[in-house]
């Protein structure tokens, strides 16, 4: 069976980087669009498909590609199905305020369970509704792209920042203020967890912090350590979704690459969605 690892890792250089999960490596995309499997993984509840979105950044354009294979999802009938999004859903792409949009009325929809976490943008702008400091924190970390989306000119804000901030409070509307500032942080589900940018590995499940929810890397990323559950997050871009024993990364930089991931997880197999160049494979 050497040869055949050796293969893989010719025709997928970032087989070379992953761990094997349980002496199983990913098998190789059948094209540039879906991974057909990620074996290892326990979710052991028959009765639901989830499907899981890595970071927008302002491409609603991206979500609406996806919307019509999370329909056709919806409707088996064996499965209910809950759609989860990581957060960082404003800030760097075209069109932050369409994203909230979206995601506010696939709220209103009957057939599914829809859960919003927050990113570390997310927390970001609200921080920046309520305080000059922060707006100008917010706008030099990617809030411009934001204030656009909403009608109102980022031009000359460093300027008159009160002033500036003032016409964006006034440019957002209420339910999406609302919306931004009860986002949840984290969503547990039987052997899965999701959190937008991962968990501290020396903390129990019970005893996670936002800032480490929001924002961790290297010690999360490096750790190897067995959580009790496969986390799913976004936060650290990469060209292709990261599938360790531990955890499983979906943010493929959306807003820059034009590739939007979804991880679709239910009892028999995990797959993968996304927006790539060479068209929509959907499940």
């Known amino acids: 069976m050497n040869w055949i690892k050796k293969l893989f890792a010719k025709k997928m250089p970032f087989a070379k980087q992953q761990p094997l999960i349980n002496n199983k490596i990913v098998s190789p995309l059948k094209n540039l669009n879906i991974a057909s499997e990620a074996l290892a993984y326990k979710f052991t509840d028959a009765t639901t ?30 499965r209910s199905l809950i759609e989860i ?8 792409g075209a069109n932050s305020k369409g994203v909230i949009d979206y995601l506010i009325a696939r709220n209103s929809l009957t057939n599914r369970k829809i859960i919003c976490l927050a990113g570390n943008h997310e927390q970001m702008m609200v921080a920046a ?51 931004l500032q009860t986002l949840p942080t984290s969503y547990h589900h039987a052997e ?5 940018a991962g968990i501290h590995p020396k903390k129990p499940l019970s005893a996670q912090k936002d800032e480490d929810l929001l924002w961790i890397r290297n010690p999360f990323l ?23 024993p531990n955890r499983i990364g979906i943010d ?26 060479q068209g929509l494979k959907e499940l």
């Open 222 to 244: 490096n750790s190897f350590a067995d959580f009790g559950v496969t986390v799913v997050h976004g936060h650290t871009p990469g060209q292709k979704p990261v599938f360790r």
């Open 85 to 92: 999004y990581l957060g960082d859903y404003v800030d760097r």
């Open 49 to 78: 498909r989830i499907a899981a979105f890595g970071d927008i950044h302002g491409r609603v354009d991206l979500l609406l590609r996806l919307a019509p294979a999370l329909d056709r999802l919806a409707e088996d009938t064996e």
């Open 192 to 196: 899965f967890y999701f959190a937008h």
């Open 129 to 179: 509704l309520n305080n000059d400091d922060e707006f100008k924190k917010w706008l030099d970390f990617g809030g411009q792209s934001t204030l656009l989306s909403y009608g109102v000119s980022p031009n000359h804000a460093s300027k008159d920042i009160s002033r500036k901030r003032a016409e964006f409070i006034k440019a957002i509307p209420q339910n999406h203020i609302d919306f």
């Open 252 to 277: 493929t930089g959306a807003y820059r690459t034009g590739v939007l991931t979804c991880l679709v997880i239910t009892s028999k197999k995990i797959s993968v969605i996304d927006t790539g160049q």
